[in-house]
């Protein structure tokens, strides 16, 4: 087949050839970089849902400090409740001895 051609339309037949094999490698380049800025955009939303996640449960981890805290306050009313009770019944126990009645 190559012998029946002369060298101008071999050249052109490899231009072409050159020229196909160029246009589709820049459409897969194309397609490539637009594939690529999409991934980029969404893993720049997915970054920016993570932050916003990570602002609204900030407080989450300070939860077990609370409750510790919490626990405290909890036994120190009750001691002061205790405290209060006794010092009723000690005035109870003096009116009673004096003999005042309420």
């Known amino acids: 087949m190559l012998q029946n051609m002369d060298t ?3 050249w052109t ?3 072409i ?3 196909v094999v ?3 490698v820049a459409a897969l380049l194309i397609m490539l970089i637009a594939a690529a ?3 980029d955009k969404h893993a720049a939303e ?3 849902a993570g932050k916003h996640i990570a602002g609204n449960t900030v407080s989450i981890w ?3 400090t609370t409750n510790v805290v919490a626990g405290e306050i909890l036994k120190t009313a009750g001691y002061i409740d205790s ?3 006794a010092i009723d019944d000690k005035i109870a126990m003096l009116a009673n001895a004096l003999g005042v009645r309420k």
């Open 17 to 19: 050839a050159g020229v």
């Open 83 to 85: 405290r209060a009770a």
């Open 8 to 10: 101008m339309t071999i």
């Open 46 to 48: 997915i970054w920016t």
């Open 22 to 24: 160029i246009l589709i």
């Open 37 to 39: 800025r999409r991934v």
């Open 13 to 15: 037949y490899s231009l």
């Open 62 to 64: 300070m939860l077990n």
